[in-house]
Each structure stands twice: as structure tokens, then as C-alpha cells.
């Protein structure tokens, strides 16, 4: 198959290396020449470039942009596909993307692959980094019935689990276990660094260990695609700080009371229910 992949950053090098490694074509679109050398160079790409003519006989074509430019790269991209190309995206956020994108092309899937790292870049693109990890596609009703068919089998090729919701479904379940984590990650170091004690923070800076690496780890990401969870997720985000915040209240309440019965119930629950996400 003759697969695109417009936006040549982690998760598109990534998925460029995959889709080789499984015999497929893969025609790379970045806006930098250097992203391009380095994908041919690695093998994420047979061929790469800055000029969407590139993508002119692929089949199925993955937008993999940062959010905020996904619809105005599709807007530039279609001029060139023939009529039958599937378009799908990799976008964090789903229903802003759906809405802005399927209106563009009659033969579009939202898609996500849930697999991530902290770093960005062409540089950070890993093979097999997909494999057990969840890949959620959000049809609508307007979707044709075949393009999903290809989409499971290109996912099935990449060993991801597949799932399927509608975009608001999707959103209001990667605000808890995706977007929220990175705010609660990112208020955690910044609030560490709050200790106003030199001495203090250096020591604890210092003795810093496996807890705070494992905590802190999304917090301490790609600032750029936390905002645009934010900005794309915004009401979805703010339900769950929200509920967040009157969790926090309860172990902050429980602490001050010196009830540490409650709190030992609280963290036991707690140690019960991580197993429901993850193992
Ligand atoms: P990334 O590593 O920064 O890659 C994005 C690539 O897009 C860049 O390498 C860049 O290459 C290209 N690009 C094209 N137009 C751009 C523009 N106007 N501004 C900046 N870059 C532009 O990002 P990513 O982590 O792969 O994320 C890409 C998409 O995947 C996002 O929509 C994100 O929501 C989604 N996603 C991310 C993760 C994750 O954990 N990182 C997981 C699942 C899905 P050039 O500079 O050569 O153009």
C-alpha cells in the first residue's frame, strides 16, 4: 500500500518506520529539509519533501501535525489527492479535529494512536512504539464503511490494540488518563520548586528518586502538545480538575484532621483501583 504521512515528528516517524518495516510505501511531507534528509537517512521514509505532489498516488494519508495547524495543512494537502485517498489524523484531541477536518474530505477517520514519549521531534521516532498500545479510531455517521476496514488492518500491522468511540466519547476519556495526568504532573514539579528553602529544595532535588521520576514524568513533557490538549480538550480538562481538586480536598482534609483511619481507606481504595487502568 502507498501510505503519507504529512508532519514528520515523533509519532509520524514513528509510524513511517513501522508502516516500512511492513513492506508498505510511506511518502513523508515536513515542512524542514533536515527533517526530511533525517527520515530518509533512517528509513522512516522511501521518499520525503516539503511539496504535498509527493503524496499524489497514496492511498491513505495520516495527518500528524501539532494540533493547531492540522486543519490548515489538510486545507493545503487536498488540492493533491485523488478521490478515493483515505485521510486520517493522529490528533490527542478528537471531536475539534473531526469537526474541522471531515467537513474537508468525504473519505476522513479520526484517529489516535495512544502511544507517546517526553521528547518531540523526527529524532525521537521509535519502531514498534504502537505495539500493545491502544490506536482508537472515532467514525461519525458520515463515515463510508470501507475506509475503516483498511484502518484496522494498517493498525493491526502495528500491533496496537484498536478501539473505537465518537470523538466526545474519546475526549472525555483521554481528559482523565492522558490530559489530566499532565497537569497534575506539571503542578507537582512546579510546586516543588515553590520551596522557598535554598537549602531544601537542593537537598530534595538531590535525593529526588524512582517516585518522583515515575510522577513527575508527563509533567515534564513536550510543553507544546500540553497546551494543545488544553486548548483543544479545554471543557473536558476543566470537568476533571475539577473532580481532582475534591480528591485532593479530601486528603488534604483528612490529613489536617488528623483521621488517618480515613486516609488509610482513601489510599487502600486507591491501591484497588489503579489496577482498573492499569496493570
Ligand atoms: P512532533 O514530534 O513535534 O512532530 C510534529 C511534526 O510536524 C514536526 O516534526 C514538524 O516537522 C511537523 N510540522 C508541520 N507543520 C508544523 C507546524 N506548523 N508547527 C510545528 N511542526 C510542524 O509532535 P508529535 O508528538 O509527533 O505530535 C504530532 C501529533 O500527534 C499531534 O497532533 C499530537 O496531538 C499527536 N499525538 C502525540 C502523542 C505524543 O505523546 N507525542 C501521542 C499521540 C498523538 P517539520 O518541522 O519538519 O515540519
Known amino acids: 500500500m502507498k501510505i503519507g504521512i504529512v508532519g514528520l515528528g515523533l509519532i509520524g516517524g514513528s509510524l513511517g518506520l513501522d ?7 510511506v511518502g513523508g511531507v515536513s515542512r524542514q529539509q533536515a527533517t526530511c534528509d533525517f527520515a530518509i537517512a533512517q528509513g522512516v521514509a522511501d521518499a520525503a ?3 504535498f505532489e509527493l503524496l499524489r498516488d497514496a492511498e491513505v494519508v495520516f495527518v500528524c501535525t501539532p494540533l493547531g495547524v492540522m486543519q490548515q495543512t ?18 490527542s484531541v478528537k471531536a475539534s479535529v473531526v469537526e474541522s477536518l471531515e467537513p474537508l474530505w468525504p473519505r476522513f477517520i479520526g484517529g489516535h494512536p495512544m502511544a507517546g514519549k517526553e521528547v518531540a521531534g523526527i529524532q525521537a521516532a521509535q519502531a514498534h512504539l504502537f505495539v500493545d498500545r491502544p490506536y482508537v479510531l472515532t467514525p461519525s455517521s458520515n463515515t463510508p464503511g470501507d475506509i475503516k476496514a483498511v484502518l484496522i488492518e494498517l493498525i493491526q500491522t502495528l500491533g496496537s490494540k484498536y478501539y473505537e468511540c465518537s470523538p466526545a466519547q474519546h475526549d472525555r476519556a483521554v481528559a482523565w488518563i492522558s490530559h489530566l495526568p499532565v ?10 520548586q515553590q520551596e522557598p528553602e535554598t537549602s531544601s529544595l537542593a537537598l530534595a532535588q538531590a535525593l529526588a528518586s524512582s517516585g518522583f521520576r515515575d510522577t ?11 497546551r494543545m490538549m488544553a486548548q483543544y480538550n479545554r471543557d473536558e480538562l476543566l470537568r476533571s480538575i475539577q473532580f481532582y481538586r475534591q ?7 483528612a490529613i489536617e484532621q488528623n483521621r488517618w483511619d480515613d486516609l488509610e481507606t482513601f489510599l487502600s481504595q486507591t ?3 489503579r489496577t482498573n487502568f492499569v496493570d
Open 19 to 25: 508502516f516500512r518495516a511492513a513492506g508498505h510505501w
Open 49 to 51: 519533501g516539503s511539496d
Open 74 to 91: 489538510t486545507q493545503a494537502l487536498i488540492p493533491f489527492l485523488k478521490a478515493e485517498t483515505i485521510l486520517t489524523d493522529v490528533g
Open 183 to 192: 497537569m497534575v504532573s506539571a503542578s507537582l514539579i512546579a510546586a516543588c
Open 216 to 226: 513527575s514524568r508527563v509533567g515534564g513533557g513536550n510543553s507544546e502538545l500540553g
Open 247 to 253: 480528591s485532593l480536598g479530601q486528603i488534604e482534609m
Open 271 to 273: 491501591h484497588q483501583d
